[in-house]
């Protein structure tokens, strides 16, 4: 085969093919296509393509945070790992007060259109006031879920976001998105201010305590060096931060079931992997915790998703075979913790 890249059609076309497999072997066939040059060239879109979706996740981190008590106070600063096919969250973080936000990523997903009618449609959603969109809406399961998805006016008052959706202010974040994606230097000095970073490999490319909150959002699952994130994290926090983390433990479709990934070999999971960028971890709930704990964070607010498990004990491989019921049952959780 050529080295040419092969064209947005083909790569299509591949795709479409592939989804007629069971799940098992179309992961295995994906991971064997990544080898081929241009595959993976063409990244698909996260759903933070979706305005609501972004707008939905910032409420929930937002309501949550501030039920749980480790945010009382709108962060001056906030930094997302993996933000995806848009800065929606984090644009929506800076029309609820947020004035610098660092968007980090393992790839370039986003571009300055995108991201310049993503804030259009917030700056509508926030000034309707629109209730959190949930439920049907969505086609997966957004979690965490809420008492009450009403709008939070205790809040978000009136007078709090008249200040936040001035004109004034939604230019500046305009201007501040021109320049994330300005091959010029990135160095700023207005109060508003947004940094994207793709790809990024060293905790270094931020300054110590450079982030009042830490927050991603179906991410955490997905990065290989899991250790070297979370002392990241430890590192950018400011001493009285806050981090909200919501992380998905499944398969991601990669196995029939949801947990299957856990009864994979080293080898399947390799051929599985393939020269992707990246792959789910496969690392459980009690990784993360520990973790955290090992750094001395301070957990606030751990809720659990639990999922009937859809493989048997027996049928875990012997990476996995210790599993405690909590890890196996638990398919997510929203982890907060404090410095």
Same mark, same amino acid.
């Given at each position: 085969m050529s080295n040419q890249t092969p064209s947005k059609k083909v790569v299509h076309f591949l795709r479409e093919k592939l989804g007629l497999l069971p799940p098992n072997y179309q992961t295995i066939v994906k991971g064997i296509l990544s080898y081929l040059p241009g595959i993976y060239t063409f990244v698909d879109q996260t759903r933070s393509a979706s305005t609501r979706f972004c707008y939905s996740v910032w409420m929930r981190h937002l309501v949550i945070s501030w039920e749980c008590g480790g945010?009382?106070? #709108? $962060?001056? *600063?906030?930094?997302?790992?993996?933000?995806?096919? *848009? #800065?929606? @969250?984090?644009?929506?973080?800076?029309?609820?007060? %947020?004035?610098?936000?660092y968007a980090l990523d393992a790839i370039k997903f986003t571009d300055l259109k995108t991201n310049l009618e993503t804030l259009d449609e917030l700056v509508r959603l926030f000034q309707d006031r629109v209730p959190i969109p949930h439920g049907e /809406? &969505? %086609?997966? /399961? @957004?979690?965490?879920?809420?008492? %009450?998805?009403?709008? $939070?006016?205790?809040?978000?008052?009136? /007078?709090?976001l008249k200040k936040c959706l001035s004109v004034e202010r939604v230019q500046l974040i305009k201007e501040a998105l021109k320049r994330a994606f300005s091959e010029s230097d990135q160095k700023q000095n207005s109060k508003i201010q947004i940094f994207y970073l793709a $790809?990024? *490999?060293?905790?270094?490319?931020? $300054?110590?305590? =450079?982030?009042?909150?830490?927050?991603?959002?179906? @991410?955490l699952q997905c990065v290989d060096n899991l250790s070297d994130v979370y002392e990241s994290f430890h590192y950018w926090l400011a001493p009285d931060g806050f981090m909200s983390h919501n992380?998905? #433990?499944?398969?991601?479709?990669? %196995?029939?079931?949801?947990?299957?990934?856990?009864? =994979? *070999?080293?080898?399947?999971?390799?051929?599985?992997?393939?020269?992707?960028?990246?792959?789910?971890?496969? /690392?459980?709930?009690?990784?993360?915790?520990?973790?955290?704990?090992?750094?001395? &964070?301070?957990? @606030? =607010?751990?809720?659990? #998703?639990?999922?009937?498990?859809?493989?048997?004990?027996?049928e875990l491989v012997e990476e996995f075979k210790d599993l405690s019921d909590d890890d196996l049952y638990t398919s997510g959780s929203m982890l907060q913790a404090t410095r």
């Open positions: 945010l009382t106070s #709108f $962060p001056n *600063s906030l930094l997302e790992l993996g933000p995806g096919s *848009s #800065f929606g @969250v984090g644009l929506a973080a800076m029309l609820t007060g %947020t004035n610098r936000y /809406e &969505f %086609t997966t /399961e @957004v979690r965490p879920h809420l008492k %009450t998805y009403d709008f $939070p006016t205790h809040i978000l008052d009136d /007078e709090h $790809p990024w *490999s060293d905790y270094k490319v931020l $300054p110590e305590g =450079c982030a009042d909150m830490i927050l991603s959002n179906t @991410v992380i998905d #433990f499944s398969s991601y479709g990669a %196995t029939k079931e949801w947990n299957g990934h856990w009864a =994979c *070999s080293k080898l399947e999971w390799s051929l599985m992997r393939g020269k992707r960028p990246y792959l789910i971890n496969r /690392e459980p709930y009690s990784k993360h915790v520990g973790l955290l704990k090992q750094l001395g &964070f301070n957990i @606030v =607010c751990d809720i659990k #998703f639990t999922t009937e498990s859809g493989i048997k004990r027996y």
